[in-house]
C-alpha cells in the first residue's frame, strides 16, 4: 500500500512537534520549518527520522534547499523519491 502525501505530512508533523517540543495542532504544514523551531541540529534528527522512517537516503538524494523549505514541499519529495518496490532505498532522477 502506497503512503500518499498526506500520510506523510501527518507523520512529519507529529515528528516536528516532538523534536520541538509543541503542539501538531499549531504546526502548519506551509511554515518554514525554521520558523516552526527547526533548527541546524533538529533538522540532522528529522532527516534520521526519515530515512528510517520511509528508507529515502535523503543526503545521497537530490534534495535541495527548497525541498526542504516546509513540511509540504519536504513531504513531496518523499513521496517522490520512496521506492515502493524495494529494489532501491531512493529512486535516482
Known amino acids: 500500500m502506497e503512503t500518499t502525501l498526506q500520510d506523510i505530512e501527518n507523520?512529519?508533523?507529529?515528528?516536528?512537534a516532538t523534536i520541538v517540543s509543541?503542539?501538531?495542532?499549531?504546526?502548519?504544514?506551509d511554515?518554514?520549518?525554521?520558523?516552526l523551531g527547526i533548527g541546524s541540529l533538529e533538522f540532522v534528527e528529522l532527516l534520521v527520522?526519515?530515512?528510517?522512517?520511509?528508507?529515502?537516503r535523503l543526503i545521497e538524494s537530490n534534495l535541495t534547499r527548497k525541498d526542504f523549505e516546509t513540511i509540504r514541499s519536504l513531504s513531496s519529495?518523499?513521496?517522490?523519491n520512496i521506492d515502493y518496490g524495494g529494489s532501491d532505498l531512493f529512486s535516482s532522477k
Request: proline share 6%; no cysteine; aromatic share 10%.
Open 11 to 16: 507523520r512529519l508533523i507529529q515528528e516536528v
Open 22 to 29: 509543541g503542539d501538531p495542532t499549531s504546526l502548519a504544514v
Open 31 to 35: 511554515m518554514p520549518l525554521q520558523e
Open 49 to 56: 527520522f526519515i530515512e528510517n522512517t520511509y528508507q529515502v
Open 77 to 80: 519529495f518523499i513521496t517522490e
